[in-house]
């Protein structure tokens, strides 16, 4: 029993002092852990938050020796400005693992991660704080921050609409472009995917890329239409590629260029040329292109206009071969100086060679472009055959009527002279005829006491100084007989009224009339009214008198009339009258009007209202026996301040006794 005891109590002594082997060891392993770790290491009294042992690491990171560290309060190098409680003791945790601020030696404070936990030493409770310097992570971090902000801030930024897509066709991130042009929030581009915005005429054609893509193809450039928000189709141009890793497709990024704009004016460009092409070969002249010598186009009208039967006819000949030889010289030098100075040529007549040999007057205008990479020009050449013909024809009809206007100038002249000569001798005769009566009297009463006196002569007995006394009776009787016999030719003038009467257009008459007043009429700024009757019928007339009767009514139209007056002239045919159809010419002004006491008297030899010296008044005197001599009528209706209308009517036939 005794040697049991013994035997086991030397066992136990065994144990413990392996035991006590064991925590030796122990203790030296975490004693070269505590002396080695590359972490700082306080051991801090749980009660006092004294510290009561650091490790080498620690006192580095602090700055100080230990003997200014052990011994020290925790808070005066590990969160010495942080006010809360310890997360151990004061608040029971186990563990805590946080940032924290070391304020080193330096008065620096530096970031750590510090983690703490409970241990008990001697049985005390202590804790265990260890503590990493993550400056160089912070920087590292900042700097990552400050690089992602940039990039974002880029992207975000960019005018190009950038987009980040999964494999499954979720939008992963879309710049700012990119909502904007398509028109969709941050919400909505969440609940999006890739095909959602794809056009649908592009789908199959993107399904196909998408697929390329995934399977690592880069494509560089790609056009695409996506669909706003709106409906609004809008063109891209861009470039997309995948991120892989390990084999399997993570991310596709698209950088797109919104080009609606390009594709726009490309649309609008290709329309114009198109129109322009159109317009160009079907316009009504020629054009051609010209370059180097010789020409590089030919529309469809200038193939006909040299008669050519295909453009090869024209294309590759040379430009002056098919111009006449009087103009080539001429023609080089203006195609010089169009491709010299880019200024368009100005119209030039010539004259081309047909393909046939045929020659044409045409005018050109030329202008520089550039054809095919190459300075050109451009001409514009229009047949004017027809138009120097026909300005051919009208030199001759202008001659022709020139020669028929100095003609009728003529007429007019003579017709004008004849009305002042009429007028001249309608007062003439007014006076010869008062003075024939004035004359014939006296003259009667000398003759007849000139025969009473010879016959109480040649009573008497005949001597010679009788005979001396009859002489100058008979000389005197003589004399007498010579003033008779011209008062007698004198009023035998006078009383000559026989009229030529004629097939006459009246219309006519009234526009020579017309012809001889304008320019009275012009000075005075008088408008004239036209309203003839153009079928009227042809009278029997005396063109001269009637020319002179409508001169005296338009003259005292005229003269009633104030500045810038007005007057009618109006023609038509009247019902038939009788057995002789008539016409009826009427003369219409605004001007100041005949008073009523007057009226009576305006048709009385001598009678005018016009002052002395400025007409003997026999116009509307002379104008009325004409128009009775035509068997016509003239009637004169007028208002004070309104203005006077003459009405003339004429037979469209004279009776027979008249023409006979």
Partial sequence: MQNTIAKAQVAGIETIGDVAGELEENRERLAAVFATAQVGIFIVDAETHVIVDANPKALELIGHPRERVVGELCRRFVCPDDPEPCPIIDLGQTLDNAERKLLNARGECVPIVKTVARATLRGRLHLVESFVDISRLKSVEKSLRESQEQYRDLLENANDLIQSVAPDGRYLYVNRAWKETLGYSDAEVVKLKVFDVISEGCRNRCSLMFQRILSGENIPRVEVQFVAKDGRIVDLEGSINCCVVDGEPQVTRGIFRDITERKTMERELQQSEERYRKLVENAPEAILVQSEGTYRYANTQALKLFRAGTPEDLIGVEVLSLIHPDYREQVAQ?????????????????????????????????????????????????????????????????????????????????????????????????????????????????????QMLRGSALAQPIVPSLMEEVDVLESMESAARRCQKVVEDLSRFTTQTRCNFTPTDVNQVLKDTLEIMGEQYREMGVQVQWKIEPELPPVEADFVKLLEVFVNLLQNAKNALAEGGEIEIATRKLKKYADIPRIAIEIRDNGCGIPAHNLGKIFDPFFTTKPAGKGPGLGLTVSYGIIKRHHGEIDVRSTVGKGTRVTVTLPVRQPVSVNQ
């Fill in 334 to 450: 203006r195609i010089r100086t169009v491709l010299e100075t880019s200024c368009a040529s100005p119209l030039l007549e010539q004259k081309i060679l047909c393909c046939d040999g045929t020659v044409l007057d045409v005018e050109a205008s030329g202008t520089s472009i550039t054809f095919h990479g190459k300075p050109a020009t451009q001409v514009i050449i229009r047949d004017i055959t027809e138009r120097k013909r026909v300005e051919a024809e009208r030199r001759e009809w202008n001659l022709k009527l020139e020669k028929k206007v100095e003609e009728k100038t003529r007429h007019l002249k003579e017709a004008q002279a004849k009305l002042i000569q009429s007028e001249k001798m309608t007062t003439l005769a007014e006076v010869i005829a008062g003075a024939s009566h004035e004359l014939n009297n006296p003259i009667a009463g000398i003759l007849g006491a000139i």
